[in-house]
Each structure stands twice: as C-alpha cells, then as structure tokens.
C-alpha cells in the first residue's frame, strides 16, 4: 500500500479508499466502499509511525473491540477492525453524511440556545453510554462531533483518539492535539474518567454559546494550563442572554474541583433536559434538532413544554384551552411598562377576593432564605419568582433523600415595601407534593433567623397552583418555606409568588 496516496488501494481486499476526508496526529480518515456489503463506510487508517508502536497498536485493537460493542443513536457505529496485508492497522466505522460540530460553528458563529442544549443533552448521552461500559473518551471535542442530514449529533472517536492519555502534556514524542477542551487532571497527566470528558463537553458548549472556545495562547501546553489555572471567561458576559441556569450548568460541568463537577452524565443530562424545556417554554418555539430532543425529555422536563410545540398540528380541547389561558395572561399583562414591576392582575379563571387588589412586588425584592445551611440557595434564580413569567423558576439545590427534612428546610421570600395587608398568597410550582409554611416579617430588616419570621399558614401539600388565605395583618416581607420535598423529587421550584391584599 503507498503511504503517500492510499486513495484507490483496496484493503484487505474488502474496502476501496475513495477519497480522504479527514487526518489527524495519529491517523487519516478516508470515504471508502465496502464493496461485499456495497455500502459507503468511513476508514480510519493508522499512520505508519504509530504502527510502529506495539503498544499503541496493541491498544487501538483493543479499545476497537470495545466500541464495537456500543450501540447508541448518537454514536457513530465501529462496523470492523483489522490489518492490512502491508501492515496498516484500520478501523471501519458507519459513514455520515454532514459536517462536524465545528463547521457548523464556524459556518453560523453562536448557535440558537436551544439548538446548543440539544446537541450537549445527545453527546451526553452519547458518553453517558460510553461510560457504562468503561469507556473514557479522552478527546471530546465538536471536530469529533457529526452532525448528520437530519440535524442529528453522532460522536465519533471514541477511546481512539490516542492523543493525551496518562501521560500529560509534556511526554516524550507525543503528538499534541488541541488543547482547547482539555480537562485540567488530564493536562496534568493525572488519571482520566468520565468525568474529564464531561469538563470537555462543557466547554463544548460554551463554544456552542459564544461562538468561540473560552481560552487562547500562543501554542497549545499555553491554553491547556489556562485550563488548570483559570476559571472559564462569564459566559454571560459573552452572550447575556443565556440564562443564570444554564450557566451554571456550564460552570458546573467545567468546575475544576472534581467534587464541585458533576459526578456522572445522568446528572448532568437531567439538568440539561430541564433547561431545554424551559429555554423552550419560555420562547414558545422549537426548531432543528431542539425538537427532536424534546420528545426524548423524560416527563418531568416534557410536562414543561406545551403540547403545540411537541406535537404541532395536534391542538386538542385540552390544549387549545392551555393557549387561552396564555393568550388572557399576556393581555393582562400587556400594559406593564416593565416586566416584574406594577399591580399584578388576577390570573385568567382565578377569582380575587371582593374588595382585594394585587400588590406590586418588583425582582430585586425577592431573597433566597437558607439559615440552617450556607446561607445561599440559587440567589441568581431568585428574581424569576417575581418576573411573571410561569414558565421560569427559582429552584432549590438538589437534597439527597431525608436531607432537606433533617437540615430543617429552605425558603424564598418576597418584599411588599412598604407593607401589605395580604388576604391572600398565590404560589405557583412546577414541581407540586412538597409541604412547608408560609412566613411573614414586619418592617424594618428581614429577619435571619427562622424563628423570629411569624407564621402564617401551613403548606399541607403543595400543588402547581396553590391560593392560601391570609388574614390581613400588615407584613413588609412574605416567606414560602419549604420543609420536605415531594415523593421521588430531589428538589423544588417556585415559578410565581403573588400577593393580594385589602383595597385601601
């Protein structure tokens, strides 16, 4: 076989190398046809250097072994393995038809919010199989992305891509590859798991964001050390309108301290699907691939979506009246000069109490309330509570089974400066079972401690909208205190806090 233009050499009589179409450090990448299946498959095909070493060429064989036997939608398939009579080691892999991840980046800059969530919830995915079965990427990255003709990512490489391994970035004769997603362990030369593959994600995602990966440097040990030293540039700062939640998905998955990342892809896939539904519900559309992964949400991130976007052309009367509801709200609040500020009106179907008026509660007046822990519970989200918009949320952390109970609860409260004679407290929450109590505080500092607040009404089992009686007494602050949380639910979200009180 001739190094120097493989194109036409037919290997292990079986498989015509067609065209190159991709290369690499350690290997190229040819279109060829399997002329006894009569298909079009991808071949990669070692260089000769790295045939030359039996201990990489001992490993590809056996990591070749391994992918095959994944079986996932968003894997590209390992169809055969083997050796060329002139001593090239190949792997056969399924062919797609599209462009990668990075292309596509490059072709469009920052890509769609949504569309960005849905292609990082189908890589997770992808790892998160990969995973299971021991295997550690090692170099995820949107060039080993594929994206194919129907939109859909397929990730490709996997446990093949030879290019850090354990022994960091300074080992003798190693081709480096990019350094851009590099994990900081893994530039390090410290041991690599799954979990170095979800920091790569992370910053795949931010990429996905802003159009550009978070850090540069003259050659690449430069921008891997930026990865080891530096946090990640504030991907709101570079893009404001991704929101607090999904950025702090993207901080999380790119934390440097292990203990702080997420530990496994189901985790970061739940948070991921979470936010895509609401980055959904919030702008009432879905295109690209966002839709086809909506259908795929498990239901507590799918009941989030209204049915008009996950199955268009289907309104029924039960939907159709959902986008009533929707349509009377935004009339009701069409008149407010600024979202989160002004007299709240009744909600559509909610009758006010005779003589009562909506009480004005602007965003910078709500707080988190978390005394019994660390004195902060997802302060960034907590102006969602106040924005009138049902479909965002305040959420408390993730509590492990019993532990919000034992801790003694959490809680979120509202400022109705200078007071308000409440007759009534409206909550509403996406996630209904959970109990608590409703708090309320005179003028002056709010309290800062639990027990100098004065209830007001219990909690007995929350549901999605929740109208609790007050009696009228005047309270500058309102505290929703959460004691335990649902059944199967680890943690729970406040959408809307409203108040009404006495016309005066």
């Known amino acids: 076989m001739s190094v120097s233009s493989p194109v036409g050499t037919l290997l292990s009589g079986r498989y015509r190398l067609d065209a190159q179409i991709g290369t690499g450090g350690m290997s190229m990448v040819f279109r060829a046809f399997d002329t006894v299946l009569e298909r079009q498959v991808a071949i990669k095909l070692m260089h000769h250097a790295t045939d030359a070493d039996a201990d990489q060429l001992e490993r590809f064989r056996r990591e070749a072994r391994a992918v095959a036997q994944l079986n996932h939608p968003h ?4 169809i055969d393995a083997g050796e060329d009579g002139q001593g090239g080691a190949f792997i056969v892999l399924e062919y797609i038809e599209g462009e990668t991840l990075k292309d596509r980046i490059r ?4 890509l769609p919010v949504p569309e960005a969530i849905a292609y990082a919830i189908e890589i997770a995915r992808a790892l998160g199989a990969a995973h299971d079965q021991g295997i550690v990427h090692r170099d995820v990255k949107p060039q080993n992305v594929l994206i194919n003709e129907e939109g ?7 446990g093949i891509a030879l290019t850090l391994d354990q022994e960091g970035l300074t080992a003798d004769g190693r081709v480096l590859g990019t350094t851009d997603y590099v994990s900081p362990e893994q530039a390090l030369g410290h041991p690599v798991t799954g979990q170095s593959d979800l920091y790569s994600l992370g910053v795949v995602l931010y990429e996905m964001l802003t159009g550009e990966v978070p850090f540069g440097g003259e050659n690449q040990v430069a921008v891997a050390m930026k990865h080891v030293r530096e946090a990640l540039p504030d991907v709101q700062v570079r893009r404001p309108e991704v929101s607090s939640r999904l950025a702090a998905i993207v901080d999380r998955a790119t934390a440097k301290d292990l203990e702080v990342r997420y530990a496994d892809d189901a985790e970061l896939c739940a948070d991921l699907e979470e936010v895509l539904a609401i980055e959904v519900a919030r702008s009432g559309q879905a295109t690209g691939e966002a839709t086809a992964v909506l259908r795929t949400l498990p239901p507590r991130a799918r009941r989030r979506v209204p049915q008009r976007i996950l199955h268009p052309g289907r309104l029924g009367l039960g939907a159709l009246g959902f986008v009533v509801v929707i349509v009377g709200l935004a009339v009701a609040l069409g008149g407010q000069a600024e979202r989160g500020t002004g007299t709240p009106k009744p909600r559509p179907g909610v009758a006010a109490p005779t003589g009562s008026e909506g009480v004005s509660l602007k965003q910078s007046g709500a707080r988190d309330f978390d005394p019994l822990g660390d004195d ?4 960034e989200e907590v102006k969602l509570v106040v924005d009138r918009d049902p479909n965002t949320a305040w959420s ?5 089974a019993g532990a919000l109970e034992q801790k003694g609860g959490v809680g979120v409260f509202v400022d109705a400066v200078p007071a308000a004679a409440a007759v009534r407290i409206d909550i509403l929450t996406p996630t209904p079972g959970w109990r608590g109590q409703v708090y309320g505080a005179k003028p002056g500092a709010p309290p800062e401690k639990l027990e100098d607040w004065v209830p007001l009404t219990d909690i007995g089992e929350a549901r999605g909208t929740n109208e609790l009686e007050l009696d009228g007494t005047r309270y500058r602050y309102f505290l929703v205190w959460i004691e335990q949380l649902p059944p199967d639910e680890r943690s729970v979200e406040i959408s809307e806090i409203s108040l009404l009180q006495r016309r005066s």
């Not at 894997?75 to 390992?78: A, Q």
């Not at 859909?152 to 996997?158: H, P, Q, R, Y």
């Not at 408390?396 to 492990?400: A, F, P, V």
């Open 376 to 379: 902060e519970e997802h302060r």
């Open 396 to 400: 408390t952390e993730t509590y492990d």
């Open 75 to 78: 894997v590209v398939g390992v």
């Open 107 to 110: 072709r469009h800059g920052r």
């Open 152 to 158: 859909s990512a397929k990730v490709t490489d996997f």
